[in-house]
């Protein structure tokens, strides 16, 4: 569920501005280790294209369209594991090191038990313009690169609608105070 929440986080974004790829080659090295393994690697033309395959009147596939027509590029890498321990976070160590440049912030890490999340923004002009998202469980790893400017609005409408499951996009609500 998680890994598929991650692709369509992707495919809602809003459009790029410029490209910025991370590096994911040094994850090859888990291809052989693992028992499922999906890459996607598209860029403006390749998404370009598959937006022809949205078709359609409805308002949520136009704006779906719309935002795939101005994606310049998506890179997913996903390993599924038969057994726990067959990557470390040391293999991930050099996409964490790109991250730590070139002006990329982590704004959240969750961890929950033997589950890792992180997402890291890049910010130009005060405007976010690169996401990467670094999902660990015991038997499967998800990295996510986008770069561009990225419209978390845009994605949050898109909540709930094309197969794309409720986000859940919670504000936290003021705790009452007690009366006196």
């Not at 080659?25 to 052989?32: E, F, I, P, R, V």
């Not at 923004?121 to 990467?132: C, S, V």
Request: some cysteine; hydrophobic content about 35%; proline content about 6%.
């Amino acid at each position: 569920m998680r890994k598929l929440f991650l692709v369509l986080i992707c495919a809602a974004l809003a459009p790029l501005t410029r490209a910025q790829s991370i590096d994911l080659s040094g994850l090859d090295k888990l291809t052989n280790r693992a028992s499922v393994v999906n890459t996607i690697s598209l860029d403006g033309d390749n998404l370009r294209a598959a937006a022809q395959f949205l078709s359609g009147n409805n308002p949520d596939v136009k704006q779906a369209r719309s935002i795939v027509e101005g994606l310049q590029g998506i890179w997913v890498r996903n390993f599924g594991f038969k057994d726990k321990e067959q990557y470390s976070r040391k293999d991930l160590n050099p996409v964490r090191d790109q991250l730590k440049t070139g002006g990329w912030s982590k704004v959240v890490e969750s961890r929950e038990k033997d589950e890792t999340s992180e997402i890291y923004l890049r910010g130009e002009n005060q405007k976010t313009i690169g996401l990467a998202i670094i999902s660990e469980e015991p038997k499967e790893l998800t990295v996510v690169v986008i770069s561009g400017s990225i419209d978390l609005e845009r994605l949050g409408k898109l909540s709930g609608n094309l197969g794309i499951p409720p986000l859940e996009l919670h504000h936290p609500q003021p705790t009452p105070k007690p009366a006196k």
